[in-house]
Nanobody
C-alpha cells in the first residue's frame, strides 16, 4: 500500500522555524520525482520545492528560496522540508507528493487535480 505521511506542522510566530517530514511507504523515493506543495484556502496547490531525481538539485519557488531547504534520507525513505524565517504568507496546508513527471509550479494542477501520490497534509500556521 502506498502511503505518504506528513508531520511537523504547527503554529509558529513569524521569523520562526519548522521542519516537516514525509515518510513514504509503498515505493522508493528514487522511483519518482518528489516534492512539497502548499495550499491555501480557495487556491489550488503550488509547489514549494521539488526534485526530479535523488541525484538532482531541488527546485525552489521564488517565494521560499533562501528560507526553505528540501532534503531526503533514502535509507529512511523520508523527505524533509526545513522552513526558516517563516512569514504569515507561508500559512497553508503542506503536502508531500510524488509523480513522474511532477509539475512544481503554480497553476498546473487544476481543481481536483493532484500528483499521482499525495499525502494527507500538515497544517502550518504563521502568526504575525
Amino acid at each position: 500500500e502506498v502511503q505518504l505521511v506528513e508531520s511537523g506542522g504547527g503554529l509558529v510566530q513569524a521569523g520562526g522555524s519548522l521542519r516537516l517530514s514525509c515518510v513514504v511507504s509503498g515505493f522508493s523515493l528514487e522511483d519518482y520525482a518528489v516534492g512539497w506543495f502548499r495550499q491555501v484556502p480557495g487556491k489550488e496547490p503550488e509547489g514549494a520545492s521539488c526534485v526530479s531525481t535523488m541525484r538532482g538539485s531541488p527546485y525552489y519557488a521564488d517565494s521560499v528560496k533562501g528560507r526553505f531547504t528540501f532534503s531526503w534520507d533514502n535509507a529512511k525513505n523520508t523527505m524533509y522540508l526545513e522552513m526558516n524565517n517563516l512569514k504569515p504568507e507561508d500559512t497553508g496546508v503542506y503536502y508531500c507528493a510524488a509523480d513522474s513527471p511532477l509539475y512544481c509550479y503554480a497553476g498546473h494542477y487544476g481543481p481536483g487535480e493532484r500528483p499521482h501520490f499525495w499525502g494527507q497534509g500538515t497544517q502550518v500556521t504563521v502568526s504575525s
